[in-house]
């Protein structure tokens, strides 16, 4: 079955270090692929999507996303960030064989700590 | 508008007992789903309603775990003969079923149900 890796449970840096967060899913096939954030006390919400087109998708507050078809990966960047992207982030899959057509599969999370 | 919500934000209750809680999705929105998530992992599908039916109930741990949604809006998640390892955040999230599930989900604030 589908299944999505995010490699670093807790990420740490300081105001204006850029940032990488890695996320591979298992399974090809037409994969729609999601980052959503939960910043703390607060409800998961989207922060970009790629659902086909472009493989480079930006979304809010600056971050972007590389959907790399021959690697299963889709993971996230900022180039600085800020102490308020302070937050836990989820990538998430559906479709691709071996997947679904409706509920998304989330990876385990990573935790962002920006250091003021 | 108003978001996705739900009720009650946190469930204490003793082993073995029955639970109900309940998600109000977004006016207008079909579909709905429900997740689990417990302490330090991505969010795990439970079951998806697109309208009235259950279009993939294939998260549902065992059959002690029911879901309704009569008409087609509010959702009720029943849990029977509750056990300390259903502890986690429940999560409901809707989407306008446009594209037949792949559209972006909005999340309430989900459920921490705990089992003494």
């Known amino acids: 079955a589908q299944s999505v890796s995010q490699h670093n449970h807790h990420v740490i840096l300081s105001e204006a270090a850029s940032l990488e967060l890695g996320c591979n899913y298992s399974?090809?096939?037409?994969?729609?692929l999601f980052w959503y954030v939960q910043y703390p006390g607060q409800h998961l919400q989207l922060l970009l999507k790629?659902?086909?087109?472009?493989?480079l998708v930006k979304g809010i507050k600056g971050f972007e996303a590389e959907f790399i078809k021959s690697k299963f990966s889709f993971n996230l960047r900022k180039p600085s960030v800020q102490w308020s992207d302070t937050a836990e982030y989820f990538c998430?899959?559906?479709?691709?064989?071996?997947?679904?057509?409706?509920?998304?599969?989330f990876g385990k999370g990573t935790k962002l700590s920006v250091k003021p | 508008g108003a978001g996705v919500s739900q009720t009650p934000s946190n469930k204490v209750t003793e082993k073995g007992k029955y639970v109900e809680l309940r998600c109000d999705p977004i006016s207008g929105h079909t579909a709905l789903y429900w997740y689990r998530q417990s302490l330090g992992q991505g969010p795990e599908f439970l079951i998806y309603?697109?309208?009235?039916?259950?279009?993939?109930d294939s998260g549902l741990p065992n059959d002690r775990f029911f879901a309704v949604r009569p008409e087609g809006s509010v959702s009720t998640l029943k849990i029977q003969r509750t056990e300390r390892g259903d502890s986690a955040v429940y999560l409901c999230?809707?989407?306008?079923?446009?594209?037949?599930?792949?559209?972006?989900?909005?999340f309430g604030p989900g459920t921490r149900l705990t089992v003494t």
């Open positions: 790629y659902f086909s087109g472009d493989p």
């Open positions: 399974y090809g096939g037409t994969v729609n």
């Open positions: 999230a809707s989407s306008s079923g446009r594209t037949g599930g792949l559209d972006e989900q909005y």
């Open positions: 309603f697109q309208g009235t039916g259950a279009a993939d």
């Open positions: 998430a899959v559906n479709g691709g064989y071996g997947g679904s057509q409706g509920n998304l599969i």
